[in-house]
């Protein structure tokens, strides 16, 4: 019970930690290549098929959507690590699919099996709202990262300030860009996380830099190819654009569009996340950056958060439940790293699944 109360108590140290935004080692990567098929329980890509304890312990779940993505494996990793030494077994379940409804199918098989509690994020934050309200009425303990379903009845969501990505990622623009030019936004329309990445680069250019405009915002399409597609757009139609952002892990479209374009070192590029790809082209200097989420301290203590839950281990007051407050904080920013030519190769094992 003791190293029970400690890692609680390390947990909230850790947090504050972790919110900075830093340049240094760590995790993730939301590479999102399309997915044609659907899989209802599927490891992330690279990441072994494995439990952590033996068969008879209790059960927690990882549910996500584009299962097969890189950037789930740092994330799993930290799940595991925190269910290794609570002596739990973690396990991993989502849709290959970018689809809210096919989440929201695999997060009620979830749901049937009874776990000890699950970890999940939304790929659409009204879609997944009924089922996430099903778990906790059901009285399953739940925790969500990454990206929230706010009105939902979720106690407590992990994850970056989304809002200040967008906000370093326009002041870090700004400077390469000697604080002038035309910029373009790529992201996910209705995924509230890059929706948020985007508000927040475009209202801090709009705030602080007056030569700087965003002439287009516009959608990334889930894959590699369709980012270019939409940037070879872009460029049509703006020719002397200066730089993109990126908000979702298909930076590598966005090279490839300005590559194509014949505008190398005329555009600069800021991404999210990371993966081999995206490494290379930012040793390569086809992109300035990118900025990569604590993907293994959202599973991690994501996993710690949900088993105090399942363990009725917190208790800010002798009768909390009846007062109608929640035990836990209703967010905790998990930090991100800001990744460049200069420090890219202490990266290189971040989505190799442990």
């Known amino acids: 019970m ?3 109360v400690l890692t609680l108590i390390l947990s909230f140290v850790f947090v504050g930690i972790a919110s900075a935004c830093k340049a240094g080692p760590a995790p993730v990567t939301e590479s999102e290549t399309s997915a044609s098929a659907v ?8 990441a072994k098929e494995e439990t952590t304890q033996a068969a008879g312990t209790e059960k927690y779940v990882m549910c996500t959507f584009l299962s097969g993505i890189e950037f789930w494996i740092p994330c799993y990793n930290g799940m595991k690590a925190a269910a290794k030494q609570l002596g739990v077994e973690a396990l991993y379940q989502g849709t290959e699919k970018y689809d809210a409804m096919a989440q929201a199918t695999v997060l009620e098989q979830i749901i049937a099996s009874n776990p000890n509690g699950i970890i999940t994020t939304a790929q659409n934050p009204d879609a997944l709202k009924p089922t996430i309200d099903k778990a906790v009425d059901a009285g399953i303990p739940l925790v969500m990262f990454d990206s929230d379903s706010p009105d939902s009845k979720r106690p407590i969501f992990l994850a970056g300030d ?3 990505f967008g906000v370093k990622g326009a002041k870090m623009m700004a400077q390469l860009c000697n604080e002038e030019g035309k910029m373009a936004i790529i992201t996910t329309i209705g995924q509230l996380n890059m929706m948020q990445r985007a508000s927040g680069f475009e209202d801090t250019i709009k705030a602080d830099y007056p030569n700087m405009k965003v002439v287009a915002t516009a959608e990334e399409g889930g894959s590699y190819e369709n980012t270019a597609a939409r940037i070879t757009e872009i460029l049509q139609a703006n020719p002397d654009l200066k730089g993109i952002w990126v908000t979702g892990s298909t930076g590598p479209g966005a090279a490839q569009a300005v590559s194509e374009a014949g505008k190398k070192g005329q555009v600069n590029i800021i991404a999210m996340d ?9 040793k390569s200097g086809d992109v300035a950056a990118t900025l990569v989420q604590g993907g293994w301290n959202m599973g991690f203590w994501s996993m710690i958060m949900v088993y105090y839950l399942a ?7 002798d009768n909390w439940k009846e007062a109608g407050i929640s035990p836990l904080p209703s967010y905790v920013d998990t930090g991100c790293y800001i990744v460049t030519k200069d420090n890219v190769d202490m990266f290189k094992n ?5």
């Open 311 to 317: 363990h009725d281990l917190l208790a800010p007051l």
């Open 350 to 354: 971040i989505n190799v699944a442990q």
């Open 39 to 46: 899989s209802e329980e599927t490891t992330p890509v690279t």
């Open 274 to 282: 990371i993966d081999e790809r995206l490494m290379e082209l930012i």
């Open 2 to 4: 003791w190293v029970k």
């Open 162 to 164: 989304n809002y200040q």
